[in-house]
């Protein structure tokens, strides 16, 4: 199984920016999409975003406007380009392939805090 690698978290500032990063050990293209999922303290895990594999995205209503989801095929790599952080989107974040199912590949998550 492929196997997926965050990285990029970390502490900002409110109005700051981060660059999350998703590495695959294998090929992403096979997948029906990449997803960004996040798990702020004491809540259930939500979805972020996700791009297919044809490239469309979408975005959850509390990103909007703020957060990009990219893909480059031939690094086997996803991004998460968040701008505008605020303290609300402290989460641990991860990396999914697929449909978000408990058996698709996940990554181990990486911290994102935004605080002053």
Do not use: H
């Not at 590495?23 to 972020?48: C, D, H």
């Not at 044809?54 to 989801?69: D, L, M, Q």
Request: aromatic residues 10%; charged residues 20%; contains cysteine.
């Amino acid at each position: 199984q492929v196997q997926l690698v965050e990285s990029g978290g970390g502490l900002v500032q409110p109005g700051g920016s981060l660059r999350l990063s998703c590495t695959a050990s294998g090929s992403i293209t096979g997948f029906v999409a990449m997803n960004w999922y996040r798990q702020p303290p004491g809540k259930e895990r939500e979805l972020v975003a996700f791009i297919s594999s044809g490239g469309a995205t979408n975005y959850a209503e509390s990103v909007k406007g703020r957060f990009t989801i990219s893909r480059d095929n031939a690094k086997n790599t996803v991004y998460l380009r968040m701008n505008d952080l605020k303290p609300e989107d402290t989460a641990v974040y991860y990396c999914n392939a697929g449909r978000g199912f408990d058996n698709d590949p996940w990554g181990q998550g990486t911290q994102v805090t935004v605080s002053s």
